[in-house]
């Protein structure tokens, strides 16, 4: 199973989803073209631990993060109540957040 999880000013969500199956697949794909459409970064993280910016989508990674630009979370207004799940360890998203932030520089 692979995951897409999508960081923004109110946590994340997670849509998972199997990339041996075509209909997951393409509605996978059609996440991420809109959310970088509109304006998100995504990064994957490797084999290696280390995470990298992509533009286009790899069905073949295993989690994609998706967030974006701090500047323009900064200015959304935040809810008064969430109904999202707290990551199970958001520290690691922080991890991804951060290394692709270096690669963006």
């Excluded at 790899?58 to 323009?72: G, W």
Aim: charged share 25%; net charge negative.
């Amino acid at each position: 199973m692979a995951v897409q999880i999508v960081m923004d000013q109110t946590g994340d969500s997670r849509h998972a989803f199997d990339p041996q199956n075509s209909e997951a697949l393409a509605e996978a794909e059609w996440r991420f073209d809109r959310l970088t459409a509109l304006g998100y970064t995504a990064a994957v993280l490797t084999v290696a631990g280390e995470s990298g910016r992509i533009t286009t989508f790899d069905a073949a990674a295993e989690e994609t993060l998706f967030f974006s630009y701090i500047e323009r979370v900064s200015k959304l207004p935040l809810p008064r109540e969430t109904t999202r799940q707290p990551s199970e360890d958001p520290a690691r998203h922080w991890r991804y957040a951060r290394a692709t932030i270096r690669c963006l520089r």
